[in-house]
């Protein structure tokens, strides 16, 4: 057992430390940890149970200032630790959860610990993420003292955790350090955050000193590095800001990216200095290390959740953000998923694949470099980044997901290299401002939706690898003009080309042996090579009563009085349609039946119809207002959603439930009336609902969903 401090006697604030017996050979070196770092600890040096013993443990406890409980099976099932916890919380003491293990709570316990302050400890692959979170507790810093003794033996020895040459981590407190002979490594994160180091004496032992060896030393003024040393890793330096010069020896032939902080100035092989606020080029051969152009600082280790080389989730609030090299392999799952505030981000060398949403809703996101080491972009990676204006896929790539680019509407050029084979559903659609796009040979396929509402669009040619295009691969690209269908293409989905009113011909080729329905836009002359007839195309899509889908493109629209249904989808991205007449006898209007028809302003919803689809009007932003007749019992969820324009609604006294979201976002709504009719509100039903500042609610309402109305909102029960 290594030796550790006495437990604290002295009249400064304190730790108390729960922890079972059992356990101390977990708990002791965070114990020692924790004092060598300046922290005033107590904890029952093995104190065998007696009569007097709950008075001299509740006494301490009581005294004290701060409590961490050290959570393992043994802790949980000892009844002198569960006292102690629940005397803690009765005090009203300042608590903090290690939990060493993975355990599971009893009910009574998780009621206890809920809004309780907490570290997974077990789940921290490197102890320097560990001992960073502890020590930026909220709370602790209240037990800190200056005067610590240790038991025994020299503790600048103790000091250090060496392992076969690696100096793995500095434990110490001191100004001035000078490392032991005999190390040949300084570990990756060793002296991270030491904050009273002033001075480093490194060891002419020394060869290599690792990525964020000294990350975060704001004081270090002064360090040595002898002439053996041949490699400094990414932001070895970084954010010591009072290193204002540094000697770096002929031997170093590799520094890693913004190895120091940009303040630092270094005297180097060459004869005048430079500014570090530089990435580096390791030479090919035994030369000095090169410049490369100026570079971002690497951000903070502690702003990233890691886990078996995977980033898990960034968990800083910084625009820019630099990935550190050498640490991560794999962009994981949401790992930056609404950082709106991120505008720029670097990915590092050696990260093979950006996983499913990556950066989604990262809508200020500007720039981003991708390195030749990524492989894949996953589904949905940049969905609604729509700040990203460019981007440039590395020839490593050889998979986009679907929808990876869904929404980006900044986003102007693409070049998709040679090594991507397919392109997925609805990868690049809602891509508004998209003028070109080069699809290299290699592409055999392109998916449904692939470029839908393009409108900016004006040219494409599909390369002679492709066989088939998708149903609604073109949809709605307005400003398409010419397109040219290689002889490989046999398939023609449904509404591949629909809405691409600029497209004025189109030739077809004789290979083609299956064209979809609504292929095209009505104003198109077709040049058909292929024995594939193509019908005309009417207006209306009429079947067996339902109006299935509008053709047309006229902004003013009157639906024959032969519909009795408007089916799903019929209107939507109607982008022109200011108004429409919907006939008496229509009895549904279906999910999404007039969804982003933006400029439409007005409506009359006619009383036969009993029932208005999920998201029917979502996104019509120019809808001012809208009549629900009495004949409607059920408001689908997100009904109305977006509907930016929509000030006032009144919900008629046959309508029983309102669904999710059904008015989320509309931001000028500033009035609205709830019958005594309903007996649902659900999720969401009016949040966003910014102007709203007053709701009568009828007692016939039993159920309201989670955040349905927004937390500011004054609500009446009537």
């Known amino acids: 057992m290594e030796k550790i401090l006495r437990s604290y006697q002295g009249d400064e604030n ?32 093995d104190i065998t149970p007696a009569s007097e013993f709950t008075e001299y443990i509740a006494e301490n406890l009581l005294r004290s200032a701060f409590f961490i409980a050290m959570i393992t099976p043994q802790y949980l099932a000892s009844h002198y630790c569960r006292h102690e916890l629940n ?45 960073d979170k502890l020590f930026h507790s909220n709370g602790i810093d209240i037990c800190k003292s200056q005067s610590i003794r240790f038991y025994s033996g020299d503790a600048a020895d103790n000091a250090f955790e060496i392992e076969n040459g690696v100096l793995k981590k500095y434990h110490g407190d001191a100004n001035a350090v000078v490392i032991p002979d005999g190390v040949t490594s300084i570990g990756d994160f060793a002296f991270q955050n030491c904050e009273s180091l002033t001075a480093v004496k490194i060891a002419d032992s020394v ?21 053996g040393v041949t490699s400094i890793g990414d932001g070895a330096f970084q954010t010591c800001d009072a290193l204002a010069a540094i000697d770096i020896p002929e031997s170093v032939m590799h520094l890693g990216r913004c190895a120091f902080n940009t303040n630092t100035r270094t005297s180097t092989p060459t004869p005048t200095s430079e500014p570090m606020n530089q990435t580096w080029i390791e030479p090919e051969h035994d030369e000095p290390a090169v410049l490369e152009p100026p570079c971002e600082p690497v951000s903070p280790i502690t702003d990233f959740e890691i886990e078996n080389g995977v980033l898990k989730k960034y968990l800083g609030k910084s625009e820019t953000v630099v990935i550190p090299e050498g640490v991560v392999t794999s962009i994981g799952n949401e790992a930056f998923i609404w950082c709106r505030f991120i505008k720029s981000i670097y990915i590092p060398n050696g990260i093979t694949n950006i996983r499913h949403k990556a950066f989604e809703w990262c809508d200020s996101l500007e720039s981003i470099y991708i390195p030749e080491s990524v492989t894949s972009i996953g589904i949905e990676a940049f969905y609604n980044c729509g700040a990203l204006a460019s981007i440039e896929i590395p020839n490593s790539v050889t998979s986009i997901g679907d929808k990876a680019f869904m929404g980006c509407e900044s986003l102007t050029s693409i070049e998709i290299p040679d090594s991507v ?14 003028t070109s796009i080069v699809i290299p040979d290699s592409v055999i396929s392109i998916g449904h939706e692939a470029f839908l509402n393009c409108k900016a669009l004006t040219s494409i040619e599909i390369p002679d690898s492709v066989t088939s295009i998708e149903d609604n691969t073109f949809h709605r690209c307005h400003s398409l003009t010419s397109i040219h269908i290689s002889d490989s293409v046999t398939k023609i989905g449904e509404e591949a080309f629909f809405g691409c009113y600029a497209l004025s011909s189109i030739e077809i080729p004789a290979s083609v042996e299956k064209i979809g329905k609504h292929a095209f836009p009505s104003n198109t002359a ?19 009563g339902t109006l299935k889908r509008y053709l047309g493109k006229s902004n003013s629209v009157v639906i024959p009085s032969s519909v009795t249904s408007i089916g799903d989808r019929a209107f939507w991205g109607c982008k022109s349609l200011t108004s ?43 809808l001012t207002s809208i009549e629900i007749p009495d004949s409607v019992s059920s408001i689908g969820d997100g009904a109305f959603a977006l509907c930016k324009s929509l000030t006032s609604i009144a919900i008629p006294d046959s309508v029983t439930s309102i669904g999710d979201r059904a008015f989320w976002g509309c931001k000028v709504l500033t009035s609205i009336k709830i019958p005594g009719s309903v007996i649902s509100i659900r999720d969401k039903a ?33």
Not at 421 to 434: H, K, N, P, Q
Not at 526 to 544: G, T, Y
């Open 580 to 622: 429409i007449v919907i006939p008496d006898g229509v009895t549904n209007i279906g999910d999404r039946a007039f969804s982003c028809c933006e400029a439409l302003t007005s409506i009359k919803i006619p009383d036969s119809v009993t029932s208005i689809g999920n998201y029917a009007f979502a996104g019509c932003e120019a």
């Open 526 to 544: 077709i040049r058909n090579k292929s024995s594939v007839a193509i019908p005309p195309i009417s207006d209306f899509d009429i079947e067996h």
């Open 207 to 227: 060869t290599s000193i690792g990525n964020f060896a000294f990350w975060g030393c704001g004081a270090l003024a002064s360090v040595y590095i002898p002439d």
């Open 421 to 434: 084979t397919s392109i997925g559903d609805y990868t690049f659609a809602w891509c508004e401002s998209l």
């Open 14 to 45: 304190y730790i108390f430390v729960s922890y079972a017996h059992k356990d101390k050979d977990l708990v002791y070196p965070l114990i020692r940890t924790m004092q060598e770092n300046g922290y005033n600890v107590w904890f029952d040096e």
């Open 87 to 131: 005397y803690a919380c009765n005090q009203n003491k300042k608590r903090l959860l290690i939990y060493l293990e993975k355990v599971t709570l009893t009910p009574g316990l998780q009621m206890m610990t809920t809004d309780q302050q907490a570290i997974l400890k077990y789940r921290y692959p490197d102890i320097s993420y560990f001992y």
């Open 686 to 718: 009016f949040w966003g609902c910014n102007s709203l500042k007053l709701v009568k609610i009828p007692k016939s309402v039993t159920h309201i969903g989670k955040d349905a109305f927004p937390s500011w909102i004054k609500i009446i029960r009537i």
